[in-house]
């Protein structure tokens, strides 16, 4: 079993800065109480605020995947459709 890095990256679009906001932080209890969540932590980019950053770690790439899966996050994918102008997932390894 390896552990899984992710950075997570939602951009809203103007004027939906708000309700992206709390539906990230809606998700988050519900994703920290998940079987291999080990971290699950929302950002605000401070230079860039339409910009949110989750930092996360798995215990492994079945944990993430079943996280992919989950009710929470699929309710919130679709909740969130209109309002989002740019996500990106990306799995990192950490080097040092």
Do not use: C
Request: aromatic residues 8%; without cysteine.
């Amino acid at each position: 079993m390896s552990e899984i890095a992710v950075v997570a990256i939602s951009v809203a679009k103007p004027g939906y800065e708000e309700q992206l906001r709390e539906a990230l932080e809606g998700i988050v209890g519900p994703t920290r109480n998940e079987q291999g969540a080990l971290q699950y932590d929302l950002h605000r980019d401070v230079q860039e605020p339409r910009r949110f950053v989750f930092v996360e770690r798995w215990e492994s790439q079945e944990a993430l995947a079943a996280h992919a899966k989950s009710a929470h996050i699929e309710a919130y994918g679709k909740a969130v459709a209109d309002w989002v102008e740019h996500a990106e997932i990306r799995v990192v390894s950490k080097i040092a």
